[in-house]
T-cell receptor, first 114, second 116 residues
Framework: GESVGLHLPTLSVQEGDNSIINCAYS??????FIWYKQESGKGPQFIID?????DKRQGQRVTVLLNKTVKHLSLQIAATQPGDSAVYFC?????????????FGTGTSLTVIP | DTEVTQTPKHLVMGMTNKKSLKCEQH?????MYWYKQKAKKPPELMFV???????INESVPSRFSPECPNSSLLNLHLHALQPEDSALYLC???????????????FGPGTRLLVL
C-alpha cells in the first residue's frame, strides 16, 4: 500500500505486505530528515533518518528515500506487522544561527489488517 | 539512557490557574524543545533552548513561559490559558553541539493538558 502524506492521511495494508508512506517537505535548505512513529498516547519515536547528501538509507525493515529535486521523502516498511500500526511523521531539520528547527509533515495513519 | 521524562502525564486546569509542566533528560543534551500537538495533527515547535538559553520562540503567546533552570531540566509555566490550548505538550532534546547540524531529537511521552 502507498500514501501521499498530505492528501491521503490514512493507509491500510494487509499484514505481511509492504507499506510506502510519502511526505513532501517545504524548505530546500533543510539538510536532515527524520521519520517518526507515534503510537496512541505516546511521544514520537525515532525510526530512521537521512542526510541531504544521501538518496537512500536502510534500516531494519525500513528504507527511507530522498528526492531533493522534488522535495519528497518516502518511508518503506517491509513485511508490515500489526505492531507497525501508528501515525508516521516526517520531519525536516532547518539549521539557523540560533539553533535547530524541526518541522513536521502532516502525518499518515497506518493501519495493519491482520 | 535515551529517555526524556515528562510530568505530569495528565493535567486539568481552569483558565485562572497557574501550573507548570516539567521535562528532564540525563543524556547530556544541550538543546531542549517544547512542542504542542493537537489531536490528529503534527507536533508544532514552540520553543528551543540551546545551552540553557532561549534561542527560538515561534511566536508563542505570553501565557506560555518556558524556563531552563539547568542543562537537564526544562519547564513550561502556564498561566491564564484558554480552552483552545488543550493539547499534548511534548518535550524533546538533542545533543545541541554548538554549530552542530543534523541532530536526532528524542521525545518524551508528553503531558496531556485540558483547559476548562
Amino acid at each position: 500500500g502507498e500514501s501521499v502524506g498530505l492528501h491521503l492521511p490514512t493507509l491500510s495494508v494487509q499484514e505481511g505486505d509492504n507499506s510506502i508512506i510519502n511526505c513532501a517537505y517545504s524548505n530546500s535548505a533543510s539538510d536532515y530528515f527524520i521519520w517518526y512513529k507515534q503510537e496512541s498516547g505516546k511521544g514520537p519515536q525515532f525510526i530512521i533518518d537521512i542526510r541531504s547528501n544521501m538518496d537512500k538509507r536502510q534500516g531494519q525493515r525500513v528504507t527511507v528515500l530522498l528526492n531533493k529535486t522534488v522535495k519528497h521523502l518516502s518511508l518503506q516498511i517491509a513485511a508490515t506487522q500489526p505492531g507497525d500500526s501508528a501515525v508516521y511523521f516526517c520531519a525536516e531539520n532547518l539549521h539557523v544561527n540560533t539553533g535547530n528547527q524541526f518541522y513536521f509533515g502532516t502525518g499518515t495513519s497506518l493501519t495493519v489488517i491482520p | 539512557d535515551t529517555e526524556v521524562t515528562q510530568t505530569p502525564k495528565h493535567l486539568v486546569m481552569g483558565m485562572t490557574n497557574k501550573k507548570s509542566l516539567k521535562c528532564e533528560q540525563h543524556m547530556g543534551h544541550r538543546a531542549m524543545y517544547w512542542y504542542k500537538q493537537k489531536a490528529k495533527k503534527p507536533p508544532e515547535l514552540m520553543f528551543v533552548y540551546s545551552y540553557e538559553k532561549l534561542s527560538i520562540n515561534e511566536s508563542v503567546p505570553s501565557r506560555f513561559s518556558p524556563e531552563c533552570p539547568n542543562s537537564s531540566l526544562l519547564n513550561l509555566h502556564l498561566h491564564a490559558l484558554q480552552p483552545e490550548d488543550s493539547a499534548l505538550y511534548l518535550c524533546a532534546s538533542s545533543q545541541g553541539i554548538a554549530g552542530g547540524l543534523q541532530e536526532t531529537q528524542y521525545f518524551g511521552p508528553g503531558t496531556r493538558l485540558l483547559v476548562l
